[in-house]
């Protein structure tokens, strides 16, 4: 059987601010390859059946007001379930 080459996504953050675009009214991750406006450092990566989260650091100049804010994400519709998924995995959960 051929295996399905993953998609690839950025998982991009900093300070609690994710950079997320659009695609077809949803937000989401950018895709590996795409071309961003700053340059990364690879953070780690995190597997979802097809799909493979790069996490990485972005080395800016400012804090990205203008990105969105990770708490904020989960009750809005227009979010991509990988957004949601990918950023749950990586809350911090205190016991």
């Given at each position: 059987m051929v295996r399905k080459r993953p998609r690839e996504h950025l998982f991009i953050e900093t300070d609690g601010q994710v950079y997320l675009v659009r695609d077809h009214g949803k937000l989401c991750f950018p895709r590996k390859g795409d071309k961003l406006d700053f340059p990364t450092k690879p953070a780690g990566r995190m597997d979802?059946?097809?799909?493979?989260?790069?996490?990485?650091?972005?080395?800016?100049?400012?804090?990205?007001?203008?990105?969105?804010?990770r708490d904020d994400l989960f009750g809005r519709d227009d979010v991509d379930g990988l957004?949601?998924?990918?950023?749950y995995t990586t809350m911090i959960r205190c016991v």
């Open positions: 979802f059946d097809e799909d493979v989260v790069h996490r990485v650091k972005p080395v800016l100049d400012h804090h990205p007001e203008e990105w969105h804010q957004v949601k998924r990918a950023i």
